[in-house]
């Protein structure tokens, strides 16, 4: 499964039945489990960590030092769950000891040609990054999360779960759970509601997401009375829960 050409430091670890391309090139820190395929021309460096059954497609980076001047080559992380998909061209780097020293891929996520994933930033399950989506660092990423092309996000920005942007859109502050957002700079749409019913949201939830979405961007309300609405809302509409914890712990602002 390892082809002659790739070059693999002995101290690097594979599981059982892994898969190695020409040419690719594996350094010493790097852990790799079952099942992963790891295409040609591929370069897997520093303390990285990959799980099983993923498939890496070619002329990826993983796990090159971070695009941040103040890294002075302390041994920090790149982890990455099980069954991802990660077409070519794709780069993600390790952490920094500025964060908390390690950039996370979760599991079941798929991302596609020229994606970047940035130094420190936590990405969760489930999550559809479009072409060249581009993380600058300490970005979290929710689970279901969905990135259209060429879509920016800021660096400390967070996405909440089971949102979706459009092509081309520009994250400076954070998205909050559910919702659509487009443009430069990101503005709200409205709530990703085909997504939630494929995803097996029952009608009431989504009646109770749409409500909470108009209290938050259509009455006209500032920010914290919009909240205090919501936390009367979600005595009886619990499903809108996750939007105000969204909003508790925000740093950047959402978007409006």
């Not at 077409?87 to 390690?102: I, K, W, Y």
């Not at 999360?145 to 779960?161: K, N, P, S, W």
């Not at 520009?170 to 019913?197: H, R, S, W, Y």
């Not at 989504?206 to 938050?216: C, G, I, P, S």
């Amino acid at each position: 499964m390892i082809h002659p050409s790739a070059i693999i430091h002995p101290d690097a670890k594979l599981g059982a039945k892994v898969s190695v391309g020409p040419y690719s090139i594996l350094g010493e820190h790097v852990e790799i489990g079952d099942n992963t395929v790891i295409g040609p021309h591929v370069i897997v460096s520093g303390h990285t960590r990959i799980g099983c059954d993923n498939r890496i497609f070619q002329f990826c980076s993983i796990g090159e030092v971070p695009q941040d001047k103040k890294y002075a080559g302390e041994p920090t992380r790149l982890e990455i769950g099980d069954r991802n998909t990660i077409r070519e061209f794709c780069t993600l780097n390790l952490g920094t000891v500025q964060d908390a020293g390690v950039t996370r891929l979760g599991d079941d996520n798929w991302i596609m040609a020229y994606v970047h994933i940035a130094h420190d930033c936590q990405v969760g399950n489930r999550t559809t990054f479009a072409n060249n989506a581009q993380l600058a660092g300490h970005v979290h990423i929710d689970d279901w999360a969905i990135l259209g092309g060429y879509t920016g996000v800021h660096q400390f920005c967070r996405v909440g779960a089971h949102t979706m942007t459009a092509v081309g859109t520009v994250v400076l502050q954070d998205i909050p759970p559910f919702v659509m957002a487009a443009g430069n700079t990101a503005t709200p749409f409205g709530i990703n509601a085909e997504g939630l019913k494929r995803r097996g949201f029952s009608p009431d939830a989504l009646m109770a997401l749409k409500r909470a979405y108009r209290t938050l961007y259509k009455s006209g309300l500032m920010l914290e009375e919009a909240r205090a609405k919501l936390e009367e809302e979600v005595k009886v509409h619990p499903e809108i829960q996750p939007i105000l914890d969204f909003l508790a712990a925000s740093k950047r602002g959402i978007i409006r």
